[in-house]
């Protein structure tokens, strides 16, 4: 009778005792887990995360640099327009002077014809009627020459004097779009560098450590400064 009792007893003692199951650790990846990806240590979980939040950083600042150049290469643009269409007035006023230039030749022309005529008249030692109207006719033709004359004088003068204050605008104009262009040139080839080693370390993070598994409590570790 002894012997069922010890049995019984065994079996409520084993009963009673639980298995104690070890809890494997969370693990969690860097965006997509890759199959098959060797898991992070600490230290290399640690130097993705800081690179990841340095791409981060940069990334809008790389962005907002590249809207500023396009916004100023517009402008630029627009006013390389502006100087054509300057430079069209400019060649327009060379043209009106080309004109001006034309009648001064023609003017010429007719002033050493007058002069001609009027010296055989004086030659001629003509008297009389006739000869007062073929004086009176040159005197009236000579007034109008040189009136002829003076006009042309005057819109050369205005002429010249709107080409030198065009020009002088249109260079100085010239000169500073110029200056920005290189200064934009400059710019913008120091910002395509940053972009490709911005490109460059994004590539390596994406082979080092997108994708890659992690523990978790090794995430809570860095967190809390460890």
Sequence with gaps: MHRPLLVLTWLTALAGCGFAVAQAPAVKSIGSAKVGSRLLSRDELRACLSQQQGLA???PTLEAERSALDRERAALDASARALDAEREAIEQLAQAAGEVNRRVQE??????DFNERAARHE???LSGAAADRQRQSLEREKARLDKSAAD???ERRSLVAR???MGKAFNERVASRNQAAAD???RSAGLNRNAQAFEVELATWKADCEGRSYREDDEKAIQ???
């Excluded at 003017?107 to 050493?112: E, F, K, N, T, Y």
Aim: charged share 30%.
């Design 224 to 226: 809390s400064g460890r």
């Design 152 to 154: 042309l004088e005057a």
């Design 57 to 59: 950083a940069r990334r």
């Design 184 to 186: 934009w040139n400059e």
């Design 163 to 165: 080409a030198e204050s």
């Design 123 to 125: 030659r001629s030692g």
């Design 107 to 112: 003017l010429s022309q007719q002033v050493a």
